[in-house]
């Protein structure tokens, strides 16, 4: 491999790296989306929520004076109460939450998200293996791995919305406002990094292409 396409590697693994980290944040925080329940009383306290894969937030947040409807937002001060889905800890006794969540949704999510850091580890592994032995092919599985995690982390994202979006029009919850928070962010923006960085790892570890008509792909650079 030539010191050009060597240091085209590095670049794009260093932002690959970049939307490791970011999917790793995504997957194990709670802040994908904030829920506003309508607010009945004003000056009084109200009760917003965040929540991610794994589990939900509850949040009662003090008096206040404004005539919004909604409730929040949800950096005010108050009591705060997080506990895992039922689902995913069916033995919890304890009250998690005054709403009926898409269990389908949440779960779909959850797996899909395990899939892709499943990817990312079968990716990362045949990088590190690559840079031990001096085996370049293995930067191709590498790539094909990570664009597949954001692939994964993309449909996620998409389940995830769609659960919010089903929440909102629910007649049978209470929120009526919501909007998306930096763990979403996260998930979005390692998409973009996974999968692009990806699909230019796969490209900057291809052999050189023949670039007369005499020559041959025997004629590239040879690979370790």
Not at 125 to 132: A, H, P, Q
Not at 136 to 161: H, K, Q, T
Not at 187 to 198: D, E
Request: net charge neutral; hydrophobic share 45%.
């Amino acid at each position: 491999m030539s010191q050009t396409k060597a240091l085209k590697v590095r670049v794009t693994l260093s932002l690959i790296l970049v939307g490791v980290v970011l999917a790793l944040v995504a997957v194990v925080t709670d802040h994908w989306a904030v829920l506003s329940p309508r607010v009945e009383q004003h000056d009084a306290a109200c009760e917003a929520a965040h929540f991610g894969l794994w589990r939900i937030c509850t949040k009662r947040i003090a008096a206040r004076s404004s005539e919004d409807e909604s409730c929040g937002p949800i950096s005010l001060p108050g009591e705060k109460n997080c506990s895992y889905f039922r689902h995913f800890n069916p033995g919890e006794s304890s009250e998690i939450f005054h709403v009926t969540t898409q269990k389908e949704y949440s779960i779909s999510a959850a797996a899909i998200a395990i899939f892709s850091l499943g990817f990312i580890i079968l990716g990362t592994i045949c990088v590190l293996l690559s840079f031990r032995k001096q085996r370049d092919y293995l930067l191709r599985p590498a790539s094909m791995f990570y664009a597949f995690a954001g692939l994964c982390i993309f449909v996620a994202v998409e389940v995830m919305r769609q659960s919010v979006k089903r929440m909102i029009d629910s007649e049978e919850t209470a929120w009526i406002d919501y909007y998306y928070s930096w763990s979403f962010a996260c998930a979005c923006a390692a998409f973009v990094l996974l999968f692009l960085g990806g699909l230019a790892l796969l490209l900057f570890s291809l052999p050189r292409m023949p670039q007369n008509p005499w020559e041959s792909c025997m004629d590239a650079e040879p690979e370790h």
